[in-house]
């Protein structure tokens, strides 16, 4: 049966170091699973975030071995652009992530950069905003939402180009009690679509929201069992 990820025996070091971070990393996720990824500080879980998305090796430089596969091919044969319709990326600072004029603005860029015709743009953007629960802010600019909404607007824009793999790499470390509610209640619809989430989290409240929760040790996933 074929998974939404598969890696198997990944190995990996960053071209500055002598040492590998991951030294054998296997993980398959179902399709419609939420699994979360914890771990010490440092400990490699974003690297392995930034692999399973292709930033690295694609944009950031480092030394790979073993398989990293999404539903069947090896996410390094695959051309960046391929790659973002199956996987979106989102990250903990909501204020790195958007840069244009007004959300809609935001939103479109993915799908223009994926030569997507206009009027299936503007379909797009109206069902991601429905989504997020933001319809009435197409026209803001995103300075002026909450770090929540700011956040929700992050995914809105990973959802438009309808990837079937999510990464959420810390995204609510820095939004107030109530984004965080309304961004897990987005991230549960979004399982209930048959989504694959994997996020990675500090704050041990948040596990609420995961099928299955992983360690990341030593390089390696080990099963987890509370701090
Ligand atoms: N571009 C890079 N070049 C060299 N080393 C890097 C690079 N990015 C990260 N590292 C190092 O790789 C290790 C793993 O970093 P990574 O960010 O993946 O860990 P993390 O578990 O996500 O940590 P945190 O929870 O603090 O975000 C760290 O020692 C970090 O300093």
Redesign the pocket.
């Given at each position: 049966m074929i998974h939404p990820i598969e890696i198997k025996d990944l190995k990996f070091r960053?071209k500055?170091?002598s040492s590998n971070?991951l030294q054998g990393v296997d993980l398959t996720v179902p399709k419609g699973e939420v699994l979360t990824l914890v771990?010490?500080?440092?400990?490699?879980?974003?690297?392995?975030l930034n692999i399973i998305c292709g930033i690295i090796p694609h944009i950031?430089q480092g030394v790979i071995e073993g398989q990293v596969k999404l539903w069947g091919e090896e996410v390094r044969c695959l051309k960046i652009l391929d790659i973002t319709k199956r996987v979106g990326i989102v990250f903990q600072d909501p204020d790195s992530q958007l840069f244009s004029p007004t959300i809609e603005d935001e939103i479109a860029f993915g799908p223009e950069n994926l030569r997507i015709e206009k009027d299936e743009i503007g379909r797009r953007i109206t069902k991601v905003l429905q989504m997020v629960n933001l319809e009435e802010y197409r026209y803001e600019n995103p300075n002026n939402l909450s770090g929540g909404q700011k956040q929700l607007v992050a995914i809105a824009a990973v959802l438009a180009m309808e990837p079937d793999i999510l990464l959420f790499d810390?995204i609510l470390a820095q939004v107030d009690i109530e984004g965080r509610k309304k961004i897990k209640n987005v991230i549960k619809n979004l399982k209930n679509q048959g989504k694959t989430i994997v996020s990675?989290e500090?704050d041990l409240e948040n596990l609420d929201i995961a099928d299955r929760v992983l360690k990341?040790e030593n390089g390696k996933l080990q099963e987890y069992k509370g701090w």
């Amino acid at each position: 049966m074929i998974h939404p990820i598969e890696i198997k025996d990944l190995k990996f070091r960053y071209k500055s170091s002598s040492s590998n971070i991951l030294q054998g990393v296997d993980l398959t996720v179902p399709k419609g699973e939420v699994l979360t990824l914890v771990g010490l500080s440092g400990n490699g879980k974003s690297t392995l975030l930034n692999i399973i998305c292709g930033i690295i090796p694609h944009i950031r430089q480092g030394v790979i071995e073993g398989q990293v596969k999404l539903w069947g091919e090896e996410v390094r044969c695959l051309k960046i652009l391929d790659i973002t319709k199956r996987v979106g990326i989102v990250f903990q600072d909501p204020d790195s992530q958007l840069f244009s004029p007004t959300i809609e603005d935001e939103i479109a860029f993915g799908p223009e950069n994926l030569r997507i015709e206009k009027d299936e743009i503007g379909r797009r953007i109206t069902k991601v905003l429905q989504m997020v629960n933001l319809e009435e802010y197409r026209y803001e600019n995103p300075n002026n939402l909450s770090g929540g909404q700011k956040q929700l607007v992050a995914i809105a824009a990973v959802l438009a180009m309808e990837p079937d793999i999510l990464l959420f790499d810390e995204i609510l470390a820095q939004v107030d009690i109530e984004g965080r509610k309304k961004i897990k209640n987005v991230i549960k619809n979004l399982k209930n679509q048959g989504k694959t989430i994997v996020s990675v989290e500090h704050d041990l409240e948040n596990l609420d929201i995961a099928d299955r929760v992983l360690k990341l040790e030593n390089g390696k996933l080990q099963e987890y069992k509370g701090w």
